[in-house]
């Protein structure tokens, strides 16, 4: 099942006394903020949505300044809060290119058919995301995503093909 919305930061302090909160983004393009007109604020379990009245940036963090937040209490009360958004809000993917949330839990199989176990985590490493998949055991194997290794992703009926190479397992 695709996933409905999108975690794109987390509100970490206050900034200023007019109402502006530090966010922490989950994103490597943070003007990307700036084609948001609202975004969704899980507070107590609940989806909020705010209106985005101003964004300014603080060295890696972005500034939010919503409407109806106009003071440093109000701004308070929203501290730890993650920030999602629609998934219909995000950007068009290039080609090959997919949703990390949309990866994790996804069965992982040799080509010859053989289940690896599940994709658990991805990070990166610079040169590439390492895939990080792990058995029923509760054992990682850690895949780079190369096309030599990682040779099919099939959203649709939900696998992900690979091809070991010698020395990665």
Known sequence: ????????????????????VKVNPFTDDLERFEELDSVFVVKNKELIEMKIEEIKYHKNLVLIKFKGIEDINMAEKYKGCYIKI???????????????????????????????GKLDDIYNNKSHDIYVVKDGLG?????????????????????????LIDGLI
């Open 1 to 20: 099942m695709k996933q409905e919305y999108f975690e794109i930061g987390q509100i970490v302090n206050t900034f200023g006394i007019k109402g502006f």
């Open 86 to 116: 629609k998934r219909e809000a995000t950007r068009k993917l290039p080609k090959d290119t997919y949703f990390i949330a949309d990866l994790i839990g996804l069965p992982v199989y040799e080509e010859n058919g053989n289940l690896l």
């Open 139 to 163: 054992k990682q194997i850690l895949l780079p995503s190369t096309k030599e290794v990682i040779k099919q992703i099939d959203i649709e009926n939900e696998k992900i093909v690979v091809h």
